[in-house]
Each structure stands twice: as structure tokens, then as C-alpha cells.
């Protein structure tokens, strides 16, 4: 699992563990979740690189800090290196981005720049476009988490999914 706090503050990787294992498979797991790191900043990173490099991976998650996605012009080449060494080191790895989802009021301090954040809706349609965009890019399949989210939201409203800072 790369990525940051997203996959980091709920523990993650250990819940899809735990979920293996009350199906009676296992889930053997590796991790390196920074606080707002950037696909960009785990391709720099000798902590990422080698998890890759070590081989052996079936799956390779990995997801991007949770604005930039929805970004104007998000131009990143986090996902396409990353993808490559992926590639390179685990030929035979499944690459998975896990898709984030809205803050729950969208993103105010971009709002007045980029007005299609200024709503959640708004933030989590470019955050499921983008996803989908990296993994058409760089032939990688999606765990459509934001899209669940949206669903939740619209389905049970009465589900607080956020913690207090309205993004996680």
C-alpha cells in the first residue's frame, strides 16, 4: 500500500487483512503511508522504491494525496513512474489505485480558483474522472472507494463517513 493518510488513518491495509482472514484466506502486507505524500513523492522515496524493488507483489495499491487529483491541470508523473517500476520489479502484479472521494463540503481553499471544487460533488467527480484516467494510462485497474463513498452519501445520509476535518 502506497499512499498517505487516506489509507493510513483507518488502518487500511490491516482491515483488508482482517477481512482476508475471516474468509479464510490470508494477506500478507507491506506499507508506506506518509501524511500527504504525492504518488510523485513516493517515486522519490527510497522507502517506496524498495518495497517495490524487493518483488513478489500480487497487488501494488497505491493512492494519490487527496486534492490533487482534482486539480485544474493535474499533471503528475508519479502513477506513470511508479507504474514502471512496478512493472519492472513485480512482471507479474496487479496495479490498483485506490480511488479517494470529496471533502465533504469540497475544497475551500482552492474554491475561488478552481470553482469546480467549490462542492463535493464537484471535487468527487474529478477525483473519480482522474482515477480513472490514471489507470486507463498506465493499465491498472481501480478500487472505486470515492465511488462507494458517493453512493453512501446519496443512499444513507444519515452515515457520517468523515471525521471532523471533513476530509477524512
Not at 65 to 76: G, H, K, M, N, R
Not at 139 to 161: C, D, K, T
Request: charged share 15%.
Amino acid at each position: 500500500f502506497l499512499g498517505n493518510s487516506y489509507t493510513n488513518s483507518t488502518n487500511m491495509p490491516q482491515l483488508i487483512k482482517d477481512l482476508a482472514l475471516s474468509l479464510n484466506d490470508t494477506l500478507l502486507f507491506d506499507q508506506n503511508t506518509p501524511g500527504g505524500y504525492t504518488l510523485d513523492q513516493h517515486f522519490a522515496d527510497i522507502n517506496t522504491t524498495n518495497k517495490i524493488m524487493l518483488g513478489g507483489w500480487d497487488y501494488v495499491v497505491m493512492q494519490e494525496q487527496s486534492q490533487l487529483p482534482s486539480f485544474e491541470e493535474y499533471l503528475s508523473s508519479g502513477p506513470d513512474n511508479l507504474s514502471t517500476l512496478i512493472e519492472q520489479y513485480n512482471p507479474c502484479a496487479r496495479k490498483m489505485y485506490f480511488m479517494t472521494w470529496g471533502r465533504k463540503n469540497g475544497d475551500a481553499g482552492r474554491c475561488a480558483s478552481w470553482p469546480p471544487v467549490c462542492t463535493y460533488e464537484g471535487m468527487d467527480s474529478l477525483l473519480y474522472l482522474r482515477y480513472l484516467q490514471m489507470a486507463a494510462y498506465t493499465n491498472a485497474e481501480v478500487s472505486p472507494v470515492g465511488y462507494v463513498w458517493r453512493y453512501i452519501r446519496q443512499n444513507h445520509p444519515s452515515i457520517e463517513l468523515y471525521w471532523t476535518d471533513g476530509s477524512h
